[in-house]
């Protein structure tokens, strides 16, 4: 009977479940919130919480590098001793989580992770901690068993992904001999199912930006002023209105200039992905799916750009009326892009087409802090994905989909533009762990299964 | 030398300026704020603060009348030894105010009543504690120096003005010949400028309704769902684009139908008011007049309907970004009306458009406590209008103009329904008081000359 260090990995890791069950509530405790300014020193504590335990499974030259452009820090760690042949995985993940509201439609607080069923529930579950501390387990897996790892790791994890992640892209051209590795594991997105793994290829960018419309310098009622005033609130509609047609088509002139079409070979591939669009909806509770007419769902979400407002602010939010004609609304709106839409002229295309839909009765103001990133495919005939391929089939005893997502990793250009790496992008995530929304929750079995594969593939990618 | 009840209750008014404002303070002082359940027990203690105070200068009969509709306080009070031939006078006002957010805009907090400069500065100085404290001021320089008033009076103040006005709409119909009077008097409205006294013949009606709109049933993440389920923010936008085009005109099927156009006569008199649209305009602050092009701002104001949204609830409205795709928004919104519009009959033609708009991708839902009231006209060829403009032009030295506002003061219908009284507006306030938003004021010297004006009404009207 062989005795394998990847054997012996995965005996631990398979023994040790309750343990790691129990370090991720602890990780899953630090309300680590990017967004919000209070929060900031939470995510500080996520960092040093994160780089004890990387130095307590035997990491070696862990630092908390703190941000050289005023925000959260990162956390870098590695282990280089699996010889001069060996391949060098750089692992990226991030310790920070989105904004907890609306606070009430939590079943249980979002900081006070609890396990209901085959599920944990809290803030930062899937999103990315769970997943992000996946690889942790899986280095301890090897360092407490073996006493080795079969490639070279070094991990380089950031406390700022939801809210720009500045100081990563400040860090990464300044730190190139550092970082320098042959592939980047990435895990931040989902499978298709507890049954069917999946790896994603290519993501959605993103361009966000909020803008201030106003009115007078001051609310007025709308008795003693509507009708000679312009409501910022109305004029706000009628400004959204024409970014976005009612079957989901941007108006922006240009948007879709630059928008690189699927090939018939690829759209084929990905209308095949066992996604029922009817299961699809009523998982997300909406009375009916939505969208450009010409594409599939899966197209809609993978391949082609939207537009979305997230949150408006203006006028009486409290319980019932109060008739103000608002001097201000303030707005929160994304673009998301797709590969060769590129974010910066996006967002000149947006803020000069708003400027012209403003009118004269209304200000308006953007914010310089919205933020961008390119959409992003990885070529999947890489080695490193053909080991994350074999990692997953042995891990769920089924042979992974390659699938688009809709979502953004901004991470992923910029390992391209300054690292000349591409990306794995190895994730866990279910359709249905709400993140970004109350409840969120990550699948235990993923969470367990994840630190198999990434056992499995650290293993399959020194063999390649 | 001549000392009339006339004269020694002007002399009582102007030597109890100190007093009559010390007073006013401590009315002010009451969170009496209508609309926000919390505060219930605030509009509560005003109204027992304002009987108390009834008593105090003599007026009889006084009682605080608990809401047989389960909301808030009603308070009368009355003195009715003018004799058998002496017109009666029913003199309404609310002691309800707007609630204050944005607080962090004031200046100082909007419950400690604050003098700089002429003006007082809190929630409620102008509308309406500060003008329905005016009658009991003069009330009080009658009967503390004659002993007697020269008309009849009936007191009847409300605390949900701001709120629906419910209380009042119950207590009405049900009391017709307690209530029996010849004429009403309310000050819950404006003058021209301090210098030009005028006095409201016209105000508009209004209905105002709360919608939701909902998506899926949990907020999603944007880059998971953005382009295949339609988000409810985007298609609030849509709906409201299509209620009211970018010039003001509204487009809901049906909703100019019953309006009464203004005469050639009525047009003329009103453009001849001494309103100038650039200070107008700069008053408000906003960049630009706006409006149905086709109206004067006059005429936009006081003689056009129109509609506004107050408030949004929806999304993220943290600071910084976050890219939820929302469960639902919550939208509040209003129409001004003209006369002859039914409230009933718009709302329904409000309601069906906005069902017709709905896309099925989106759930809709009405609260139903929305409210309206109907516009209203008084004819001003009636013997109170002529001591009203008697009074205002001893008081100010100036003979008063006729306007009309574009606020709604649902009373006045109600009045004219329920007890066949036409209403006196003699308004107060003035254009830059800031009801309804931060900084409320009121200018003292329209609190005292009020009082006077109020003292030489109730004169010249026994005398009609």
Chains 1, 2 share one sequence.
């Not at 088509?249 to 996604?275: C, H, Q, T, W």
């Not at 994905?385 to 699938?403: Q, R, W």
């Not at 866990?428 to 499995?456: A, K, M, W």
């Amino acid at each position: 009977m062989t005795n394998t260090p990847l054997d012996q990995a995965l005996t631990f890791a398979r023994a040790n479940t309750a343990a790691h069950l129990a370090q991720l509530q602890d990780f899953l405790r630090i309300p680590s919130v990017s967004t919000q300014p209070d929060h900031a020193p939470d995510v500080a504590k996520a960092a040093e919480w994160l780089a004890a335990e990387m130095r307590r499974i035997g990491l070696e030259n862990v630092e908390v590098i703190a941000s050289a452009v005023g925000k959260h820090p990162l956390v870098y760690a590695d282990w280089l001793h699996a010889g001069a042949d060996a391949p060098t995985v750089l692992i990226y993940g991030h310790f920070d989580v989105q904004p907890v509201d609306p606070i009430e439609l939590w079943e249980t607080p979002p900081f006070e992770p609890t396990v209901r069923g085959e599920r944990i529930y809290a803030r930062g579950a899937c999103d990315d901690k769970g997943q992000a501390y996946i690889h942790v387990k899986a280095a301890e897996a090897y360092l407490q068993t073996s006493g080795r790892l079969p490639v070279n790791v070094k991990f380089l994890y950031e406390g700022e992904e939801e809210s720009g992640g500045e100081s990563l892209a400040d860090y990464l051209p300044k730190h190139k001999e550092k970082l320098a590795a042959d592939i980047a594991l990435i895990s931040d997105t989902g499978i298709l199912s507890p049954d069917q793994p999946s790896i994603t290829y290519g993501l959605r960018g993103i361009h966000y930006d909020m803008l201030d419309l106003i009115g007078p310098d001051h609310d007025l009622h709308s008795g003693g002023a509507g009708g000679a005033i312009n409501n910022p609130l109305n004029a706000l509609c009628h400004i959204v209105a024409k970014l976005k047609d009612e079957d989901g088509r941007i108006l922006i002139p240009g948007f879709y200039d630059d928008v690189l079409e699927l090939s018939a070979e690829e759209r084929e591939m990905l209308n095949k992905l066992p996604i029922d669009p009817e299961a699809w909806r009523a998982e997300t509770g909406a009375p009916a799916l939505w969208g450009e007419p010409d594409y599939t769902l899966v197209e809609r979400l993978g391949a082609r750009p939207t537009l979305d407002l997230h949150g408006i602010i203006g006028g009486y939010t409290g319980k019932g009326g109060k008739t103000v004609l608002p001097s201000r609304v303030h707005a929160k709106i994304s673009m998301r892009l797709v590969p060769n839409q590129d974010p910066a002229k996006i967002k000149q295309q947006f803020r000069d087409y708003v400027r012209q839909l403003t009118p004269p009765s209304i200000t308006l103001q953007f914010e310089e802090d919205g933020h961008g990133a390119p959409a992003s495919i990885t070529d999947y005939s890489v080695p490193a994905m053909k080991a994350a391929s074999k990692a997953y089939t042995a891990a769920f005893g089924k042979e992974p989909l390659f699938t688009r997502n809709g979502g953004s990793i901004p991470v992923v250009g910029e390992f391209q533009t300054h690292l000349g790496l591409e990306s794995v992008l190895m994730g866990f995530g279910l359709p249905n762990d709400r993140i970004h929304s109350p409840n969120e929750s990550f699948y235990l079995p993923n969470f367990y299964r994840g630190i198999e594969t990434s056992v499995q593939f650290l293993a399959a990618y020194a063999e390649l």
